[in-house]
């Protein structure tokens, strides 16, 4: 009989950080006593103001920034950006090689096993054939790179699709990261994102037609290729920048416990690492969202290991 594996579950520090709370961000040690006290096992970190090479600039300031999570009983999941500097599009390589190889440097200092990296966009649209073409073979080559970079530290870069950002529809994805094709290199599956490109069939370079068998098929077109889960529900609408527009969990139009059972991978029912991160944006009252949705992800749990 095979022993099934509970995931860990973490909250994303931004949502205390932008929308509502840009003015005044939540410090990172007041987030991480309210993730705590809700019931999380962990963070994924933003960057500024909580944890960026330019704010913890030392390796001591850096074991301290997790030490102080360890103590209110987190880890933390991954550390996001912008890792690379900004959009490999638009970066020069050598630059993002090195801002990469910060954050690498930052993560072997604090203990952080994975890093998020975005796509983002072209200075100008990718309209063309030849320009789309060179955008894909330019993300594969630094990221190629980036991976390889990463991968002599033991660190994995996860990808996070966006639907308004480059090469989101579902075989763009699969294009991307089988032309990467490094084993340090994986996809955040966002089901939010995931569900826009494949379902309502938005995305870059330019909208699609809907996935036959929608979000299930683009679980399972990925397969072991997801290395991350991003807990989150949509109704498939976007926001004003193309952006994936959220609702509360169980209140849009994603179907948890199927795609989640298409993205287990092997014996023991684990997606990914096994972290299933709430990613919440926009929230005014972000504390009151992840304890709702705390208890959400509980009962989801539950249900997976009692079917498994």
Known sequence: MVETRTPRLAVGSWAWVFGPYAQRPVPLREVAQLGRAMGYEGL???????AHPDLQTTGAKRRELTRQLADEGLAVASLGGPVGGGSPLVVERAA???????????????????????????ESPAEDQRQQERAFERLADYWRAAADLAAQAGIRLLWEFEPNQFASRPHDVLRVV????????????????????????????????????????????????????????TAGETMA????????????????????????????????????????????????????????????????????
């Open 44 to 50: 994924e970190l933003t960057g500024k103001p909580h």
């Open 178 to 233: 089988d032309a990467v094709d490094r084993p340090h290199f994986q996809v955040m599956f966002d089901l939010s994102h995931a569900y826009v490109v494949s379902v309502a069939g938005k995305g870059l370079p330019m909208p699609g037609a809907p996935l036959a068998g929608g979000l299930e098929a683009f679980a399972r077109l990925l397969g072991s290729r997801v290395g991350r889960l991003h807990v989150a529900d």
């Open 241 to 308: 920048n193309g952006g994936s527009q959220r609702c509360h969990l169980g209140q849009g139009a994603v179907t948890f416990e199927p795609v989640l059972r298409a993205l287990q991978i092997g014996g023991g029912g684990m997606i990914g690492d096994g972290w299933w991160t709430l990613d919440l944006h926009g929230e005014s009252d972000a504390t009151l969202v992840a304890r709702q949705s705390k208890d959400f992800m509980d009962r989801l749990a539950d249900r997976m290991a009692t079917h498994a």
């Open 96 to 122: 993002y090689l090195e801002s990469i190889a910060s954050y690498v440097e930052f993560g072997v200092d604090a203990g952080i096993g994975a890093l998020r990296v975005s796509s983002g966009r072209p």
